[in-house]
């Protein structure tokens, strides 16, 4: 691999197949896209990804489609057809990684898998993504975000203690395994620059999830195992004042450590808090939450608007931020500044608004004016170019159904 240019985007020259759909996996590509990979997006005819049907769509496209497949190269096959397999296990040969987010046993039983692919090309670095991950009892099963979200314990703690187990309202365990690939991924290819060695990445929805418990496993598993932790609503049980709290305009969340509680008192105008034997811990604090909460949102009521609210936590250094909603965050400077709310192209639509890209570099170009293709629109030039096939071959595969595409 040879080391691009600073003006050249940073995966440059790095080929990627995925077979990968709907959420998880294409996260993990749209990353690798984004910063300059050459990714093949293998897609089943005669659909092609299901993600193609999602709303929101327009002009019969899908933005959800659009958001995750932007610079992609669509190459439509029917996989049932002995011809397209052949085709794909020889593309697994021109690539640097495979990517796969199939069912347990889909591409193993086409000879795509590890086994197979790693004998005849073992520089591969192939990454799959389950929802279970390859080993332990539960790896057969197949599954989405929100039995990522259930089983790692992630809604347990999620929601009002009183009241059912709450699901987070957007897919954090699909992209979040994604973003876990994407990592490990260059992580692998930077191992075989200086082994000469491909590997095989493994990534479950269900860990990826589960190692984000940054305290409530290490509490229950370390201690005496006769209480266990539980979702605390809107304000923490065992610290704070931390938690969500009523403005006088919306919602305003405070999070407030042992360094943090003396400036929140001194905010309230209570400095004589501190010394209150109800809030002399921060356990003592998450137990009188009730009567903090009182406290804290009767000194918000005597302002004009959150705004104001907010400009006197911050003078005493108490961190805060409003709670904002979708529309906020769309019209929010902040997400401007940072490019995180996009105006990117289409060739259907015009141009869609969607999230930035998360990742900064001091010395990447300007974002790459990628687009999410058509289904089958790049079944040609990849075939073409890859394998070497002439332009009466490829039509010959369309004709015989081995190739599907779109047409505008």
Not at 60 to 87: M, T, W
Not at 360 to 379: D, Q, T, V, Y
Request: neutral net charge; aromatic residues 6%.
């Amino acid at each position: 691999m040879t080391t691009p240019a600073p003006s050249s985007p940073l995966l440059e020259g790095i080929r990627v197949l995925d077979f990968t759909q709907y959420l998880a996996g294409p996260t993990a590509t749209r990353f690798l896209a984004e910063l300059g990979a050459d990714v093949i997006k293998v897609e089943q005819a005669p659909m092609g990804d299901p993600a193609r049907a999602l709303p929101v769509l327009r002009e019969g496209r899908s933005i959800y489609f659009i958001q995750q497949n932007r610079g992609k190269k669509s190459l439509c096959l029917d996989f049932a057809k002995p011809e397209a397999v052949d085709l794909l296990r020889r593309l697994a040969g021109t690539v640097d990684v495979v990517i796969e987010n199939y069912g347990p046993g889909v591409l193993e039983r086409r000879g795509l898998g590890w086994d197979a692919l790693s004998r005849a090309h073992p520089r591969l670095v192939l990454a799959s993504i389950s929802a279970f991950g390859k080993t332990g009892p539960l790896s057969h099963k197949v599954g989405f975000d929100l039995i990522a979200q259930a089983f790692s314990g992630l809604m347990h703690m999620t929601g009002d203690p009183a009241g059912p187990p709450a699901w987070v309202g957007l897919g954090i365990a699909d992209v979040n395994a994604g973003v876990h690939a994407f990592g490990a991924i260059c992580a692998a290819l930077l191992w075989r620059e200086r082994s000469g060695r491909g590997q095989q990445i493994d990534v479950a929805m269900v860990d990826a999830v589960y190692h984000m418990h940054e305290g409530n496993v290490q509490w229950y598993a370390n201690g005496d195992r006769t209480s266990e932790p539980m979702r605390y609503g809107a304000q923490h049980s065992l610290a704070g004042p931390m938690g969500v709290y009523r403005a006088p305009e919306g919602w305003i969340v405070i999070l407030t450590l042992e360094r943090q509680w003396p400036s929140l008192a001194k905010a309230l105008g209570r400095p004589e808090l501190v010394d209150d034997p109800r809030f002399a811990t921060g356990l003592e604090r998450g137990r009188n939450r009730a009567a903090l909460a009182e406290l804290i949102e009767g000194w918000m009521a005597r302002f004009p608007s959150d705004e104001a609210v907010l400009a006197a936590l911050e003078e005493n250094r108490v961190p805060a931020a409003p709670v904002l909603s979708i529309r906020q965050t769309v019209e929010h400077p902040q997400f401007a500044a940072r490019e995180m709310v996009r105006r990117v192209p289409d060739p259907i639509l015009g141009e869609v608004t969607i999230p930035g890209f998360p990742l900064k570099f001091s010395a990447f170009p300007a974002a790459l004016p990628l687009e999410a293709p058509l289904l089958g629109e790049h079944n040609a030039a990849v075939l073409h170019e890859r394998l070497g096939l002439a332009q009466a071959e490829i039509d010959a595969l369309a004709e015989r159904g081995v190739l599907h595409a779109e047409r505008r």
